[in-house]
């Protein structure tokens, strides 16, 4: 079993800033890729932001959160953080945690979720 823990969210103000951090543990042969995603009221789950973790480092992220927004990794912890600056009313959402996975040298990527963590923007 992989388990992605996620770190606590937080009530923050407009123009503030917020760090998340996600543990990946259990039983992991590598990991591919991780992400976050987030998922307000009423609203559809989307992506926010990737790193990949196997090699490169390279990241992407949603056209609403570039340059505000900062995704990071340590590998060595399997560890993937989100840096969140400028935060803004419409960032209040539940921020989950996914990593694609691969638990042997074998098997499939398989991708795993944490539990989410409620990030609260007050206007």
């Known amino acids: 079993q992989v388990q992605l823990v996620e770190s606590v969210g937080n009530l923050v103000q407009t123009g503030g800033s917020l760090r998340l951090s996600c543990a990946a543990s259990?039983?992991?042969?590598?990991?591919?890729?991780m992400a976050w995603y987030r998922q307000a009221p009423e609203k559809q789950r989307e992506l926010v932001a990737t790193?990949?973790?196997?090699?490169?480092?390279?990241?992407n992220y949603a056209d609403s959160v570039k340059g505000r927004f900062t995704i990071s990794r340590d590998n060595a912890k399997n560890t993937v953080y989100l840096q969140m600056n400028s935060l803004k009313p419409e960032d209040t959402a539940v921020y989950y945690c996914?990593?694609?996975?691969?638990?042997?040298?074998?098997?499939?990527?398989?991708?795993?979720w944490g539990q989410g963590t409620q990030v609260t923007v007050s206007s």
């Open positions: 996914n990593a694609i996975v691969k638990i042997t040298p074998i098997s499939r990527l398989a991708a795993y």
């Open positions: 259990g039983s992991i042969f590598s990991i591919n890729t």
């Open positions: 790193i990949n973790i196997e090699s490169s480092g390279s990241t």
